[in-house]
C-alpha cells in the first residue's frame, strides 16, 4: 500500500475524496432501511432508532471504503474517476476511514442490545472478507453481497424483537435474489477490467452469456418471492408490488442478448434493476401502512 495523502492535494478534494469514498446517498439509503425494517417488525419509535441508523450508515460506509481500497487496482481500468485511483484519497487513509467507520458502527448497535452488536459486528467483518477475498471467489461473493443486503431487514427485525422477526423474512429473502441477480450484471459490465485486474468472478471464468443467464434464473425466483407477503398484506400488495416486478424483469430482460460487458453497460440493465427493487421498498412500506391502518 502507498503512504499518506499527497501533501499538494488542496484540502477541500481530500475532503471530498473522503465523502465520495463513504457513498453518503448509498450510506443514508441501507440505514433508512434498517429503520424501515425495525417499525414494519413492530418495533417501538425512540431514540433507539437514530443508533440504529447510525449503526447501519456507518457499517455500510466502511464496507464501501474497504471495498474501494481493495479494488484499487481494477478501479484503474474501471472507474478511474473514483477516490483513490484518482489521487483523492490515499491507500493508507483510506484502510483508516474503513476501520473507523466499522467500529462506530458497532458502537452505534451497542444501545440495541446483544444480539444487534452480534449481527453489526458479524456484518463489519463479512464486508472486510468480501473486499479483500470473497469478490474475487466465482459467486461466492456475490452471494456474500446479497446476504449482506438481505441483513439490513434482519437486523432491524432483531432490533424489534425475535418474536417479531418472522415478518421480514419475506423482504430478506427477495432482497438476496434481486441483489444477487444485479451484482451479477455489475460483474458482466467489468468483465474486462475484472479479468485484468486478476479478479476471478463469474463473469470472468464462465463468460458474460452464462452471467447474464443465471441472473435471470435470481430474477424469476425474486418476483416469485414477492409473492410470498400477500398473505400478510392482501390484494393492495400484489397491485402495488406488480410495477416493480415488471420493471426488475423488463431490466433483465435487456441484458439477456448481451454477449460483451460493454453491451450490459449500455443497456442499463444493473439501473433499472435497482430502481425496480426501489419501487418494490416503496411498495412495501405503502402495504404495510394500508394493512395497519
Known sequence: ???????????????????????????????????????????????????????????????????????????????PDRPIPSGRVSEAGALRYAALLSILGCLAAAPAGALPLLVAAGNAGLLWLYAAHLKRIALVGHLAVGYLSASVFLFGGVAAGLDRFGVLLPLALITFLGTVARELLKAAEDVEGDRDGGARTFSVRFGIRTTVRLAFVFTLAGIAASFLPYPLWGLPYLVLIAPADLLILGGVLRAVRCQTGTCVQECRATTLLKAGMFVALAAFAVAAVLAQS
Do not use: H, Q
Open 1 to 79: 500500500m502507498v503512504g499518506g495523502s499527497n501533501p499538494s492535494t488542496p484540502a477541500p478534494t481530500v475532503l471530498s475524496g473522503y465523502l465520495s469514498i463513504l457513498r453518503p446517498t448509498n450510506a443514508v439509503v441501507s440505514g433508512l432501511i434498517g429503520l424501515f425494517a425495525y417499525l414494519v417488525a413492530g418495533g417501538e419509535p425512540g431514540p433507539i432508532i437514530a443508533w440504529l441508523f447510525l449503526c447501519v450508515f456507518f457499517v455500510t460506509g466502511a464496507g464501501n471504503a474497504a471495498n474501494d481500497l481493495f479494488d484499487a487496482a481494477i478501479d484503474r481500468v474501471n472507474r
